[in-house]
């Protein structure tokens, strides 16, 4: 996910630090975004990072990081310029190691069974090569890493997929082969949307490919994919009965526990990297040039 965004904004330093190892899988960033009070609107942090010497004081509390106990980096958002108008302006970006002294962590589990965790920043000093981009400039850094991440969500198209596949082989065995005009044309849009998603989701990765921003696409793709997941998940159910809402685990679960999968990853999708909400008014402002009125997607 950071990736792209190093390679557009990190220094030549930076690029020739970390884009090899990245590439070859040898370095792990989490993400140090959300807060209390900032969730789907990143301009609201205030974990802040004040300027001290040659390095940077960070101080605050994110929520939601995803493998801060493994990760070699977090890819941190804070306020650097509190007085900044608008308040965006006064974010920056840094890659702060987590080993750094003064950073720690707890541990909490989400609606899919796996951890996330609530981070701690008291008074980690970096040194300035942590920041990424310009000091005030974090906002455009984030929006690629962000469109990257989101991108990553679209590609759960093909989990959606194989769920889709096993649950047609189960119909197909239980009804003898023949479906009824009402499964046809559930099954027959089902197909439709993934494909439609899939789309998308190669779309998003083109933009960013020829080094756009990706936002717009990468919102469009977001959607689609969160929503899929949870419509196959649920079609799953009414076609097949209630034993489709079994976990893997249990001896009586259908299509190997996928709609139950499907349909928690999909509510979670649907709200983690920025709710879908957000994402329908980045399309409309980004993508349709439509007034911006109260929505956060300026």
Not at 20 to 43: K, N
Not at 235 to 247: F, I, M, R, T
């Amino acid at each position: 996910m950071v990736a792209p965004a190093i390679a557009r904004f990190g220094t030549a330093a930076q690029k020739a630090r970390w884009m090899p190892q990245l590439m070859r899988a040898e370095v792990t960033f989490c993400l140090g975004y959300s807060e209390s009070c900032a969730g789907s609107d990143l301009a609201a942090i205030r974990t802040s990072a004040r300027r001290k010497g040659d390095c940077w004081v960070i101080r605050g509390e994110k929520l939601w990081t995803t493998a801060a106990d493994k990760a070699d980096y977090v890819w941190l958002a804070a306020l650097t310029d509190p007085q900044a108008v608008p308040r965006h302006a006064g974010i920056s970006v840094f890659a702060v190691p987590m080993s750094s002294e003064g950073i720690s962590y707890r541990a909490s589990s989400n609606l899919n069974g796996t951890q996330f965790y609530t981070v701690t920043y008291d008074d980690v000093h970096v040194t300035s090569d942590a920041l990424v981009g310009e000091a005030g400039k974090g906002w455009a850094v984030i929006g690629q890493a962000l469109a990257a991440e989101r991108a990553v969500f679209g590609g759960t198209v093909g989990r959606a997929c194989r769920v889709f596949d096993e649950m047609a082989c189960q119909l197909h065995a239980a009804r003898g082969g023949q479906f009824d005009a009402s499964t046809q044309d559930v099954m027959g849009t089902l197909a439709a949307e993934i494909e439609l998603a899939r789309q998308l989701s190669l779309g998003t990765i083109e933009a960013l490919q020829a080094g756009n921003s990706g936002l717009v696409p990468a919102a469009m793709s977001k959607i689609s994919a969160s929503q899929l997941l949870q419509r196959i998940g649920v079609k799953a159910v009414e076609l097949l009965g209630p034993n489709a809402l079994l976990d893997i685990d249990t001896g009586d679960a259908l299509i190997h526990g996928g709609a139950q999968d499907l349909i928690r990853q999909g509510i979670m999708f649907s709200i983690a990297g920025g709710t879908n909400e957000i994402q329908r008014g980045i399309i409309a402002v980004r993508g349709l040039s439509l007034p911006a009125g109260l929505t956060a997607a300026k």
